[in-house]
């Protein structure tokens, strides 16, 4: 193992334990170092690495800290890799978010109340054949996300929305306004509100199933014809 993979590693042995702990101070890095018998040099590069992923801070002037560790901050990494993938590799990730997402709206669909059910309803409103593409990856960015964060599980929640970045997102609301799709997949996302609004679980799951794999039989379509 690489000496700087073994200081990612005695750091996170650190935090795992709860000698570190979210908002925690790190302590100077001379004093790290030779506490955990590393070079400096090492310590740096494990800190660097470490906020680039979200789980340290550096804060200049001030020290390093130990993130809030919060789903949604340490997948942040995932959203950005997510946008450099080309259609084919995104058509894997579409696969698991098409078996991820139908759940979290299952869980939905066991708590949601008349607010939130109202809030989507309005979202759904908002849009229409003249709604420019920003304007659709928005609604369709707070759509999802909204019904997924009513799951209760924010480690689910923030995963699936790492799964489909605004660059994707943008890219197939584009190809879906240039096929005159947009009205088929707005009365989709009303289907999934319907199923959600009577608690129908297995209703509200296979509609997701069947929307997202509509939009994944799209990006297969676009990816052969490219």
Do not use: C
């Not at 929305?161 to 197939?172: E, F, H, K, W």
């Amino acid at each position: 193992m690489a000496v700087t993979d073994i200081a990612i590693f005695k750091i996170k042995e650190m935090i795992l334990s709860g000698e570190l702990r979210p908002g925690d101070r790190l302590p100077p890095e001379k004093e790290l170092s030779e506490r955990l018998g590393l070079s400096r040099s090492s310590m740096r590069e494990a800190v660097k690495a470490l906020e680039v992923i979200r789980v340290l801070d550096v804060r200049r002037g001030d020290g390093t800290y130990v993130t809030s560790l919060e789903p949604h901050l340490l997948l942040e990494a995932m959203s950005f890799v997510v946008d450099l993938h080309a259609d084919s590799s995104i058509l894997e990730l579409f696969a698991v978010r098409r078996i991820l997402e139908p759940a979290a709206v299952a869980l939905a669909a066991l708590t949601i109340d008349a607010t939130a059910i109202a809030r989507l309803r309005a979202q759904i409103q908002s849009v229409n054949d003249a709604t420019d593409v920003e304007g659709l990856v928005a609604h369709d960015l707070e759509f999802h996300g909204a019904i997924v964060a009513e799951s209760g599980n924010s480690y689910l929640a923030s995963l699936i929305d790492s799964l489909s970045s605004n660059t994707v997102r943008a890219r197939i609301w584009r190809g879906l306004t240039q096929e005159n799709a947009v009205a088929r997949t707005l009365a989709e996302h009303a289907s999934i509100v319907d199923a959600l609004e009577r608690g129908d679980t297995e209703l509200a799951q296979a509609l997701t199933i069947v929307h997202i794999s509509g939009v994944e039989q799209w990006l297969r379509d676009a990816a052969a014809a490219a």
